[in-house]
């Protein structure tokens, strides 16, 4: 079990998600979540949405909260390599 994991896989680290959910310690942790998403703050919104969205699928009656969103650095014209920290507790 982890308190903490990086998820560093690019273009997107998605297909990753379900084990890193059942890796998180019982008493809950820090996921860090690389993606590449376009540069409009409604695509950055949407992704953000998404990962609260699937941990929730995940990690049912827990707490999932994105709590900073980092640029890297830009991949290709308008995408971003982004990572998001977020932080997961069970309620």
Known sequence: ???RINLGLIPSSE???PVAAKAL????GWLHIHGNVSETPQDIEN???LIIERFHEYLPNWII???LITK???Y???ILHLVADVHCLPK
């Open 1 to 3: 079990m982890a308190d």
């Open 76 to 78: 290709a014209p308008k």
């Open 65 to 67: 909260e994105v709590k």
């Open 47 to 49: 992704w953000k949405a």
């Open 25 to 28: 310690s019982p008493k809950g």
């Open 15 to 17: 297909l990753g998600w």
């Open 72 to 74: 890297v650095k830009s």
